[in-house]
């Protein structure tokens, strides 16, 4: 599968700042392709970020609750430490995590994806940045999230400012080329080739948002004679 030209620059974006134990975040609109980033981050990281980084991925997508979010972050370093549980805190995680970090000399990149809403107890972003402080350049990183998350109230304060807003990076819509790029990766996903007037109409409604691209690209798959969009759909109605 082809990577749209865009998206592919932005993930080398996040590995350069990985291997360079930089903080970076990647914000965007509902659907715009940052969860997308993140899972194909997991597949690039592995394999470009430098031998003694080892990254650590964590999806937060919809947790909320201290408890939900240590135990997240529990599991994704159950890699490195066998004996973690899912009733540690994150004090003790903390502790441990800087003991193995000095002692045994690793470097760590934590992953995290926060989606819509994932991630808003300030203990974690408390938890980021005592991590960073205590740590250096053995601790870093690269979150993806929603705009609205970076634009709700409860996230308007100075520690969220520097955990989250310090290197903030726009997923933006995408250019015609990458939307297209986009639209030809669903019909190779879905094996259902259109027609290239259909493919150039999805593109110009869909503004470049690749979630509107794909409601549409369905749509036009299951409805024969498609011509224009039914905004009664729930798939793009949500979007």
Not at 92 to 107: D, G, M, P, Q
Not at 167 to 193: F, G, Q, T
Not at 198 to 204: D, F, G
Request: hydrophobic share 40%; aromatic share 12%; net charge neutral.
């Amino acid at each position: 599968m082809k990577i749209a030209t865009y998206y592919e620059e932005l993930i080398h974006q996040a590995v350069g700042a990985c291997n360079s134990f930089e903080p970076i975040t990647f914000c965007g609109m509902f659907d715009s392709g940052v969860g997308y980033l993140f899972t194909m981050s997991m597949l690039v990281m592995k394999n470009e970020l430098n031998d003694a980084v080892t990254p650590l991925f964590v999806d937060l997508s919809g947790l909320t609750e201290s408890s939900e979010i240590v135990e997240e972050l529990s599991f994704a370093f159950s890699k490195e430490f066998s004996d973690l549980s899912s009733t540690e805190d994150y004090f003790s995680l903390t502790r441990r995590i800087e003991n193995a970090t000095l002692t045994a000399k690793k470097k760590y990149i934590l992953v995290i994806y926060l989606g819509q809403d994932g991630g808003t107890d300030m203990r974690f972003m408390q938890f980021l940045n005592r991590l960073r402080n205590l740590l250096g350049w053995n601790f870093s990183y690269c979150i993806f999230v929603s705009s609205r998350l970076v634009l709700s109230k409860s996230y308007q304060t100075p520690l969220v400012d520097k955990v989250l807003k310090r290197n903030l990076i726009p997923v933006l819509m995408l250019d015609a080329k990458n939307s297209m790029s986009v639209l030809e990766n669903y019909e190779e996903r879905y094996s259902h080739i259109i027609s290239n007037p259909m493919k150039r109409k999805i593109c110009e409604l869909s503004g470049g948002n690749p979630g509107v691209i794909k409601a549409l690209y369905l749509q036009a798959i299951h409805t024969a004679g498609w011509s224009k969009p039914n905004f009664s759909d729930e798939m793009l109605f949500i979007r």
